[in-house]
């Protein structure tokens, strides 16, 4: 089949990327977003997600006339594929919500006509690609592999490097039927130079959420060592370093607690339709989650050593979002960690140089505080003169949840997550 015109579903930090790339390539495209305010942003030529080299990116396919962005479903009607980048987020009881999924799913089925690609980007619980043809089938008729096609084709960018790899990683397709898979490989090698693995959905689906569970149990591992160390008085990131030196080791960072819209999730999601599994993910998990109340640990025996009661400190946290030098705070530990100490102590001030804060900048959130708690690894954090900022503080306490700082400034009581040796 040709592909001339398709249509993407919901234009976030996945959609609206993806989309911008087939204009590029070439095709028409016609993005579907519920957000009217986002509509008329990204028609102005203004992308509502920062991302290097998305604006330019989106001017070029505005102008060239291939990309427009419409609320409106009646727009969509009739193409050759249909792109669906909905959130997949978990409910409040930590079951997946597949609300936004099934919604975007139901409009395509309204739009779609015989012989569309339907393509699932977004990361979903197992064999729900295959529950999703049913529902389009039980919707409008038409028999999944013959009538229309479906493919489940995970996302695996990484915010901050996301057009060099949609172009360069190398990319799953999980096709409900084997044309399916084929015809999915043939719409995205319009700019894919990546390699391309086919497979079944349910295969797909199951491979895209292992990845994000090896990451997310691996940090577990590496935040279970960062706990071990302060009781052996050893430095965590010197013994990681060394044991890396092993070839077949990599052991991962510990850190404040791991965030993003994806990691955190993504082990439920595997999980989710499973009937019973060994509670290792799980755990993994809990550690991750609990690590903001260690880094309040630590911050708070910092407190008592230098006699301040908790109750009266000032605390400057540096860092929201979730990642180094990224603006996106989805599920931030940094955010967990003001939340954990906010009810203890008088007063909290955030700083961050990418999402904003309290204080308007660094001295503002310094000033008079009696500790810093570095929460996001922003390399402008890497550059603080410790001795200057260190002046306009009333106690000197540096809790250091992200290894960002090498040697603990003098003058300091320094505490770090996994630096037991100090
Ligand atoms: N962000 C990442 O780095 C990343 C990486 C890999 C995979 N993923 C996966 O990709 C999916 C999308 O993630 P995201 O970060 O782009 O989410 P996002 O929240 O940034 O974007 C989703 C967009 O879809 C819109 N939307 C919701 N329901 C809709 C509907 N029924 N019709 C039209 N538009 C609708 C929302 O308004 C929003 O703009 C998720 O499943 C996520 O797990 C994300």
């Given at each position: 089949m040709e592909f001339r015109e398709i249509a993407v579903i919901g234009l976030g930090y996945i959609g609206l990327p993806t989309a911008i790339m087939f204009a590029n390539s070439g095709l028409k495209v016609v993005g579907y977003e519920i957000r009217k305010e986002v509509v008329e942003k990204i028609n102005a030529g203004k992308a509502h997600i920062s991302e290097p080299e998305i604006n330019t990116l989106l001017n070029r396919a505005i102008k060239s006339g291939n990309l427009r962005a419409t609320?409106?479903?009646?727009?969509?009607?009739?193409?050759d594929a249909y792109i669906i980048c909905v959130q997949t987020p978990l409910k409040a009881g930590g079951s997946p919500d597949l609300s936004y999924l099934e919604d975007a799913v139901d409009t395509v089925a309204m739009s779609m006509r015989k012989g569309s690609l339907v393509v699932i980007e977004s990361t979903v619980p197992p064999m729900t690609t295959i529950r999703m043809a049913e529902r389009i089938e039980r919707i409008i008729g038409m028999k999944a592999g013959r009538d229309f096609y479906m493919v489940h084709a995970p996302e695996r960018v990484m915010p901050g490097r996301i057009f060099k790899e949609l172009v360069y990683n190398s990319r799953i397709f999980g096709g409900i039927t084997p044309e399916s898979a084929e015809l999915a490989e043939e719409l995205y090698r319009a700019f894919v130079r990546g390699r391309v693995f086919k497979t079944s959905s349910t295969v797909s689906e199951v491979v895209k959420l292992m990845e994000n569970t090896f990451r997310d149990v691996n940090i577990a591992l590496a935040n279970e060592f960062a706990f071990l160390a302060h009781q052996y008085g050893v430095n965590v990131f010197e013994a990681i370093e060394l044991a890396n030196t092993h070839p077949r080791v990599r052991i991962h960072t510990p850190g404040i607690g791991v965030g993003g819209h994806c990691l955190p999730k993504d082990p439920h999601l595997l999980l989710?339709?499973?009937?019973?599994?060994?509670?290792l993910i799980k755990l993994a998990r809990e550690i991750n989650d609990s690590m903001p109340l260690f880094t309040k640990d630590l911050l708070f025996s910092a407190l008592r050593e230098l006699n301040v009661p908790p109750e009266k400190a000032v605390v400057a946290v540096l860092?929201?979002?979730?990642?180094?030098?990224?603006?996106d705070t989805r599920n931030s530990p940094a955010l967990a960690f003001v939340e954990a100490i906010k009810d203890d102590v008088a007063e909290v001030r955030t700083y961050d140089p990418f999402v904003g804060g309290t204080a308007g900048n660094i001295e503002g959130a310094l000033n008079g505080a009696d500790a810093v708690v570095i929460a996001t690894d922003h390399s402008?954090?890497?550059?603080?003169?410790w001795g200057e900022v260190g002046r306009l503080m009333r106690t000197r306490i540096l809790v250091d949840g992200r290894h960002v700082v090498e040697r603990p400034p003098r003058g300091f009581l320094f505490k770090g997550i996994g630096r037991g040796d100090l």
């Open positions: 609320p409106n479903p009646a727009e969509i009607k009739g193409k989710w339709p499973a009937k019973e599994d060994f509670g860092g929201l979002a979730y990642k180094g030098n990224s603006d402008v954090f890497k550059e603080i003169n």
